[in-house]
T-cell receptor, first 116, second 116 residues
Framework: DTGVSQNPRHKITKRGQNVTFRCDPI?????LYWYRQTLGQGPEFLTY????????KSRLLSDRFSAERPKGSFSTLEIQRTEQGDSAMYLC??????????????FGSGTRLTVV | AQSVSQHNHHVILSEAASLELGCNYS??????LFWYVQYPGQHLQLLLK??????LVKGIKGFEAEFIKSKFSFNLRKPSVQWSDTAEYFC??????????????FGAGTQVVVTP
């Protein structure tokens, strides 16, 4: 499968624990995005990378959230000291900048986080 | 605040009926426009996109959308729906400004249920 892969698919954690999600983009894509989606809402932008550089972070991304994309390949999103309000679907998408305007973004299936 | 509005949260219709989903955005400059679909249990998939040129764009599965610049609208249509069109539909806008290039702003989504 050459799509965007996210792991794990589901994560249940206790409040206060740290969690880390992984995203493997399409290999030739140089841009990687993280979005968060809660019930009844569309995806909300969190952050994005071009290669290994994190170019923008949303105000939604509190200091408990950190994202990395070492070597410009896969990316991780870590949430420290999780809160119940962090429960959501976390989506990853990737795109190729030079061709972005023609092909849009490819989304992964997401990681559903439940904080209990 | 800049936003993307989808007119209906839920739509129920019978097979063979026509579908039109409204989308309005509030960005004043040049934008790229998208419609994504999310079938139950699946990831977001691109239905169609508009970047420039003919404001009537055709996408996959018989969908089309019309960009009306003066109305800041990008409505999605399908002349005759099938049961398999049951899904959630998201309108998304990419404002082409220096600080947001590449970032998608989504509407809240419209849940469409097609009854046999």
């Amino acid at each position: 499968d050459t799509g965007v892969s996210q792991n794990p698919r589901h994560k249940i954690t206790k409040r206060g624990q740290n969690v880390t999600f992984r995203c493997d983009p399409i290999s030739e894509h140089n841009r990687l995005y993280w979005y968060r989606q809660t019930l009844g809402q569309g995806p909300e932008f969190l952050t994005y990378f071009q290669n290994e550089a994190q170019l923008e972070k949303s105000r939604l991304l509190s200091d408990r959230f950190s994202a990395e994309r070492p070597k410009g390949s896969f990316s991780t999103l870590e949430i420290q000291r999780t809160e119940q309000g962090d429960s959501a679907m976390y989506l990853c998408a990737s795109s190729l900048k030079d061709r972005e305007t023609n092909y849009g973004y490819t989304f992964g299936s997401g990681t559903r986080l439940t904080v209990v | 605040a800049q936003s993307v509005s989808q007119h209906n949260h839920h739509v129920i219709l019978s097979e063979a009926a026509s579908l039109e989903l409204g989308c309005n955005y509030s960005y004043g400059g040049t934008v790229n426009l998208f419609w994504y679909v999310q079938y139950p249990g699946q990831h977001l998939q691109l239905l169609l996109k508009y970047f420039s040129g003919d404001p009537l764009v055709k996408g996959i599965k018989g969908f089309e959308a019309e960009f009306i610049k003066s109305k800041f609208s990008f409505n999605l249509r399908k002349p005759s729906v099938q049961w398999s069109d049951t899904a959630e539909y998201f309108c998304a806008v990419n404002p082409l400004t220096t600080d947001s290039w590449g970032k998608l702003q989504f509407g809240a989504g419209t849940q469409v249920v097609v009854t046999p």
